[in-house]
């Protein structure tokens, strides 16, 4: 079955460190999406990519870097310049380019936590 | 302010009906949709509805959809307790393809 699957579900991070969220997809999207969303809040972009090799800031990258080299995957890297990184990490991918009605498919997140 | 407004919680009762609303801004979206969050998990696309449509309704649930207010409502029928939940409604950006802009959810409680 195609979908879209982050690992890990629960990651530990310790002050000063990067850490890498993974983010797969094999429904051939083009694509891809990362947001963050703290307790009672919604949905805030961090970075987004429409075609491999590519990617944009969205509301909240500062902290964050991404890389798109290939179209199945978009990895999230939370650096120690994030001052505030625990949070609960959506990955998404989507149909780029025409819209259409499909919308976006989500991951199952990533809850990472300061330690 | 944010281009999708939802009010932050409802509470009914097991069996009642649920009502959640939600406001746009950009008059030419193509289509709008409904997702639900459920905890700890990701988000899982209900329903969505195209915006020359009033009204679309899949089994307990009924979108609708006013484009004179720009004004989009989500009702549960016969609303269960595995009914609560996060419940995001989101626009599609003019000229943005297929980006998205979420609404800052709806928390649904249940009660039995």
């Known amino acids: 079955d195609g979908g879209i699957t982050q690992s890990p579900k629960y990651l530990f991070r310790k002050e000063g460190q990067n850490v890498t969220l993974s983010c797969e997809q094999n429904?051939?999207?083009?694509?891809m999406y990362w947001y963050r969303q703290d307790p009672g809040q919604g949905l805030r972009l961090i970075y987004y990519?429409?075609?491999?090799?590519?990617?944009q800031k969205g509301d909240i990258a500062e902290g964050y870097s991404v890389s798109r080299e290939k179209k199945e995957s978009f990895p999230l890297t939370v650096t120690s310049a994030q001052k505030n990184p625990t949070a609960f990490y959506l990955c998404a991918s989507s149909i780029a380019g025409q819209k259409s009605f499909y919308g976006y498919t989500f991951g199952s997140g990533t809850r990472l936590t300061v330690v | 302010g944010e281009d999708v407004e939802q009010s932050l919680f409802l509470s009914v009762r097991e069996g009642d009906s649920s009502v959640i609303n939600c406001t746009y801004t950009?008059?030419?979206?193509?289509?709008l949709y409904w997702y639900k969050q459920e905890p700890g998990a990701g988000l899982q696309l209900l329903t969505y509805i195209f915006s020359n449509m009033d009204m679309k309704q899949d089994q307990r649930l009924t979108v609708l959809l006013n484009k004179k207010d720009k004004h989009l409502s989500l009702r549960i029928a016969d609303t269960q307790t595995g009914d609560s939940a996060i419940y995001f409604c989101a626009e599609t950006k003019n000229n943005a393809g297929n980006m998205l802009t979420f609404g800052g959810g709806t928390r649904l409680m249940v009660k039995p």
């Open positions: 990519s429409q075609i491999v090799n590519d990617f």
């Open positions: 429904l051939n999207h083009d694509a």
């Open positions: 950009d008059s030419s979206s193509t289509y």
